[in-house]
């Protein structure tokens, strides 16, 4: 306490620049007056008196200054004194100042942006409380090679009366709803989900109620809660929307509540994240299949929070014992073979998982990037010592202590960075609404990407962190001059500038070699992107469009207008009769979300029963199995390899039939003929109440294979059926021909409402817009890493320039006295330049080596190129050295033009 | 001449606001020369800590100060103890009392007693 008040005393002084000066001039008076009284009364005569009394008191110097000590803060007295004087000099060399906080708001304000997408990324991914507690919960069995399978009712409520979850829900992926009742039928995005769901995120709504989450309604329980985004754009943010009948899907549900502005649901894309609407149900009931436990909910995913205080590691131990247990207690629903296992994941590695590599390899290239850009500024800063020689050696001449002096040159590089830090913080303020739009829209967390506090906080760390380290090492070297020689021999080379030389030299090899291994990443990804780009997908996405529709799915099924695939059929033979009428179109097809190319988010996988080897579905592999209409084949240009491909004849009520692609063949029947072998496939995932046993279906045909899923992928089983015998919800239609990309949506949006005016129309995308969409993560990071790469070989080369410029500047006077004995002028420009490549190729060859751990650590990211790739690794280093050789050539031809009279004239 | 020792590294204070405790308010000269005197001139006080330290007690609130006339009328700078001086000052004494029986005894003490 009395600490803290002397402190805030002293604070104060310092603050309001209150000296206590006078008054100890006072005291001292005060002092001697005393004194020599008493000396006189001793019998002194006055002079002595004075003298003795004097004699006394002692240094008064060195009482103001222990008094001054004691009245205010030296030490931060000091700092303002440095800061001051710091200031001073940086704009006494304006243009050394520029350039070292111009390259210091580069190289901070670069990593500050992707620290920004990391933080929102990485870092955060959950909004949410305590995300630790959250867990996803997936099925897998490892016996048969299944991962993800889903989780039945029954084997949820287990989950949530086993004691390890506080709770746990059930929630969809993302599907689709049709909402009509407004002007045009609108296609919005939604999330079944246990009423639960919100109690699990601990998220309440800003306006109205949640689900409850104790209802046990076994199907819909015709609640909706809107998303904030929904509310304001639909309903014009109407206060009493509460209670509000919503027709979705031809059913009427009532909204109980408006999600709070910014809240995002958990999930890995932005469209998991940006669900419109939430329905609570009970997966239990109509239209749910009945509660079995061998029924696994498919493309549900469910997540829980966690006991507090439990790890996960500790959870799962009690998961397995309780997987154990179950599978004791129902042996025929787990059959061994199988291996079922259940494990639980971190959420947050659910959402960040598929770009956390990408968002690594960015950070670690802005890092290098960083780096370089520091290793520039200490070399600025080393290269300012000869300049400054003399004052450092006149200061510590007249006393100056060597920590004093690296105190007050830290100052000065600190100031340097910090500015730097915040030059770069405020360009990247200003532009962040640019450099927003360079995102990929599938980044996760896309919207959360904001220049906060923290990320602010984060750059001046940055900047101190650089200020100190990169400070230190030339203050350390500055101040530990040879006095006498500098004193003495200043202007020509001393001792001491031997030492800095070579640091300065170690600079600039550590440079080049860091921005060696940053364009040796950013070649690799450069023709990993290249050779991508130039695959050849196995279909042609030329001139084709896919527009989507959705069909409704009521509750009860029987007012489903297109329950059957004979129904359906009607109306999709009439949308694609009408659709070839359409100005410009050549061809028409339609198809299921996983039928579109390269476009779906989460491809419906089913299990493959093949006859005569798994007899239960829980034992099968899971295969990709769009449905499409006969014309989808052509249309797309992928060939018929053997067999038929199903026509028009194939309909509901005759024999199911299937094509598979070859990679199906290969997967499945190895060395067989699959023509004519009968597989089943599980019940559809949408979960429609048909409990009858599917029959057998037929493989007719078999397909070439084509990059559908992934252009990185080229061999992914997948079973096609036809639309006339599988109904499908979700329906794309495909169109080729010259279209007009303007208008086609709205024409194609006539016809079908013609049809049925319930059916919104939305989403329409040419092919080649999707191919390309695919790429984006990876045309990003490559984009990225080029840029950073750009940035660091232009550093270096600056870095090398002026390391040569200082060479040559510091040996003037010899390369003088060797032109003057009659040094050929090529020598002259030789040696130099051979200074340079020296450098470049201490660079290169640490470069290297560094190169080849860096690329053997991104090799997940590479496509159709080795991580060792030669031709990269080769014309990577013959760039880096002709760049080396350009930079000391301006120097070099320095050099040679010296005049050597003028020059010896003025040493 | 054999130096006088300078006062003990932290018990100036001690000795400061047991004068100002013993003798009332009392001029910086007057403190120096009281202790001086007390201690039988066996202690030289240093002016350069004195001076600092009372600057220090000012601001921690033990003692306060104002200008005043000396008994022989000149102007002066006067110290006195103040409330927080006069509790700072008994707690210090207990401490220091406290520290010096326990060095007392291990003056005192012999092998025998141990064994």
Not at chain 2, 50 to 77: F, Q, T
Request: some cysteine; glycine content about 8%; aromatic content about 6%.
């Amino acid at each position: 306490m009395r600490l803290l008040r002397r402190f805030v005393i002293r604070l104060s002084n310092l603050a309001t620049g209150q000296s206590a000066d006078q008054r100890l001039q006072d005291e001292i008076a005060e002092y001697l007056a005393f004194q020599t009284e008493e000396n006189l009364r001793a019998g002194m005569s006055p002079p002595e008196a004075r003298r003795q009394a004097a004699l006394k008191l002692g240094a008064a110097q060195a009482i103001r200054e222990h008094h001054h000590a004691e009245h205010s803060i030296p030490l931060i007295e000091n700092l303002l004194f440095d800061l001051r004087y710091a200031l001073r000099m940086l704009l006494r060399s304006p243009g050394f100042s520029f350039i070292a906080i111009a390259t210091m708001a580069l190289g901070i304000g670069a990593t500050t942006a992707i620290y920004s997408v990391i933080n929102a990324t990485l870092l955060h991914p959950l909004p949410y409380p305590n995300p630790s507690e959250l867990v996803r919960i997936v099925d897998d069995l490892p016996g048969v090679g299944a991962q993800g399978v889903g989780i039945s009712v029954p084997e949820w409520r287990d989950l949530e009366s086993s004691g390890i979850f506080q709770s746990a829900a059930i929630t969809g992926t993302g599907a689709n709803v049709n909402l009509t009742g407004s002007a045009q039928p609108l296609r919005l995005s939604f999330k079944q989900v246990t009423p639960n769901y919100f109690a699990v995120l601990r998220v309440d709504a800003q306006l109205g109620r949640t689900f409850h989450a104790n209802d046990a309604t076994p199907g819909y329980n015709l609640e909706v809660v809107l998303s904030d985004g929904l509310w304001r754009r639909e309903f014009a943010a109407d206060p009493h929307v509460l209670g509000k009948a919503v027709r979705l899907d031809n059913d009427v549900y009532h909204v109980v509540g408006v999600m709070p502005r910014g809240f995002r649901d958990q999930g890995s894309t932005s469209d998991e994240q940006n669900v419109d609407l939430w329905l609570g149900a009970g997966f239990a009931g109509v239209p749910f299949p009945p509660p079995l436990r061998d029924s696994r909910l498919r493309s549900r995913v469910v997540i829980a929070r966690l006991k507090p205080g439990l790890s996960i590691a500790a959870a799962q131990g009690h998961l397995d014992a309780l997987v154990e247990s179950l599978k004791k207690q129902y042996p025929a629903d787990y059959p061994a073979q199988t291996a079922w296992t259940v494990r639980l994941v971190p959420l947050s590695e659910t959402v960040v998982g598929s770009v956390r590599q990408t968002l690594i390899l960015l950070f670690g290239a802005v890092g290098l990037v960083l780096l370089i850009s520091c290793v520039n500024v200490a070399n600025l800063l080393l290269a300012r010592t000869s300049l400054r020689g003399r004052e450092i050696a006149v200061r510590q001449a007249l006393g100056a202590q060597r920590t004093r002096l690296i105190r007050q040159l830290l100052t000065e590089s600190l100031l340097l960075f910090l500015l730097g830090g915040i030059a770069g913080f405020a360009i990247l303020f200003c532009a962040r609404h640019f450099l927003l739009q360079l995102v990929p829209e599938s980044l996760p967390h896309l919207n959360n990407i904001s220049i906060s506090w923290g990320v602010l906080a984060f750059a001046l760390a940055v900047s101190a962190a650089a200020g100190t380290v990169f400070g230190l090492a030339p203050a350390c070297l500055m101040s530990r001059l040879d006095l006498t020689s500098t004193l003495r021999q200043e202007g020509r080379s001393s001792a001491g500038s031997i030492g800095r030389s070579h640091a300065r030299q170690v600079l600039v090899v550590t440079e080049l070699a860091l921005s060696l291994v940053l364009m040796v990443a950013a070649g690799l990804l450069l023709r990993s992107f290249w050779d991508l780009f130039a695959v050849q997908p196995g279909f042609n996405p030329d001139r084709v469009m896919a527009i989507e529709t959705w069909l409704p799915g009521p509750n009860d099924p029987t007012l489903d207008p297109y329950q059957t695939a004979t129904q359906e059929a009607v109306l999709l033979r009439e949308i694609l009769r009408r659709s070839q009428t359409l100005p410009g179109v050549d061809e028409a097809a339609v198809g299921d979300e996983t039928a579109l190319p390269l476009g779906h988010k989460d491809p419906s996988r089913l299990p493959l029963i093949r006859e005569g080897i798994e007899t239960m579905d829980n034992q099968a592999p899971v295969i990709e199995s769009p449905i499409v209409s006969p014309e989808y084949f052509h249309l797309l240009g992928i060939a018929l390899e053997r067999g038929r491909i199903f026509n028009e004849q194939d309909i509901e009520t005759t024999p199911q039939v299937a094509v598979i692609n070859q990679a199906a063949a290969r997967t499945y029947w190895p060395n067989q003929d699959p023509l004519g072998k009968r597989v089943r496939l599980h019940l559809d995932t949408r979960g429609l109440p048909n409990t009858a046993q599917p029959a057998w279906t037929t493989i007719v045909g078999v397909i070439a294979d084509a990059r559908t899923e992934s252009l990185a992928d080229a061999g992914i089983p997948q079973i096609y059926r036809s639309v006339y015998q599988r109904g499908s919800k979700e329906v794309s239609i495909f169109l080729r021909g010259q279209l007009d990309i303007s208008a086609i949506s709205a024409q194609v949006r006539q016809q079908v409402q013609s049809l049925d005016a319930t059916l919104p129309v939305f989403h329409a995308e040419t092919l080649d817009e999707v191919v390309s969409t695919s790429l984006s993560v990876r045309r990003f990071s490559m984009e990225m890493v080029a840029l950073f790469a750009a940035t660091a070989l232009l550093l270096a080369g600056l870095g090398i320039y002026g390391t040569i410029s200082y060479v040559v500047n510091e040996q003037r006077r010899e390369i003088a006295i060797r032109l003057a004995l009659g040094a050929q002028r090529e020598n002259i420009l030789k040696m130099v330049l051979r200074r340079g490549l020296g450098l470049a190729a201490g660079g290169a060859g640490l470069g290297l080596a560094g190169a080849l751990i860096v690329s053997h650590l991104m090799a997940g990211l590479l496509f159709g190129v080795s991580p060792y790739d030669l031709p990269t690794f080769a014309g990577v280093t013959i760039v880096l050295t002709g760049v080396a050789l350009a930079a000391s050539y301006v120097p070099a031809l320095r050099a040679m033009r010296l005049d050597p009279i003028t020059t010896l004239h003025a040493e | 001449m054999k130096e006088k020792p300078d006062v003990l590294q932290g018990t100036l204070a001690l000795m400061v606001l047991k004068t100002l405790d013993v003798l009332g308010p009392l001029h910086g000269w007057g403190i120096a020369r009281r202790i001086e005197q007390i201690s039988g001139d066996l202690l030289a006080v240093n002016q350069g800590t004195l001076y600092p330290l009372l600057l220090k007690l000012e601001h921690e609130g033990s003692v306060a100060s104002e200008w005043g006339a000396s008994e022989n009328n000149r102007r002066a700078r006067f110290y006195r103890l103040t409330a927080a001086g006069r509790k700072q000052l008994r707690a210090e004494t207990r401490d220091w009392e406290q520290t010096a029986a326990i060095i007392a005894r291990f003056f005192k003490v012999k092998a025998e007693d141990l064994s």
